[in-house]
């Protein structure tokens, strides 16, 4: 089985950065497209970022790009999201995945989760 644990969530002021971080156990990380999501409370699950397995492609939601990087590290089996600039509506649970579809950005096409991280912006 696959298992997901995401941390780095937290409170930060608007402008601020925070730095996600998700472990990946059970599989071969190395052969994984990893992806991002989060979800505000009254709003459905929404496509952040996503790494394929070679690191050099990589697709962002309009509203993070330019303020947010994912990244990953093959040897700690570990996705990263760093996030700068970030804005009050950046508030929200975080959730990493694996992709075991075509999509990029549709959650149906991403097999396995976490738990999920809270991040907190207030102005």
């Known amino acids: 089985q696959v298992q997901l644990v995401e941390s780095g969530g937290g409170l930060a002021q608007a402008g601020g950065s925070l730095r996600l971080s998700c472990v990946v156990s059970g599989g071969t990380f190395s052969t994984y497209a990893m992806g991002w999501f989060r979800q505000a409370p009254g709003k459905e699950r929404e496509f952040v970022a996503v790494?394929?397995?070679?690191?050099?492609?990589?697709a962002y939601a309009d509203p993070v790009k330019g303020r947010f990087t994912i990244s990953r590290d093959n040897a700690k089996s570990t996705v990263y999201l760093e996030m700068n600039s970030l804005k009050p509506e950046d508030t929200a649970v975080y959730y990493c995945?694996?992709?075991?579809?075509?999509?990029?950005?549709?959650?149906?096409?991403?097999?396995?989760w976490g738990q999920g991280t809270q991040v907190t912006v207030s102005s």
């Open positions: 790494i394929a397995v070679i690191s050099t492609s990589t």
């Open positions: 995945a694996v992709r075991s579809g075509v999509s990029w950005t549709r959650s149906k096409d991403y097999m396995y």
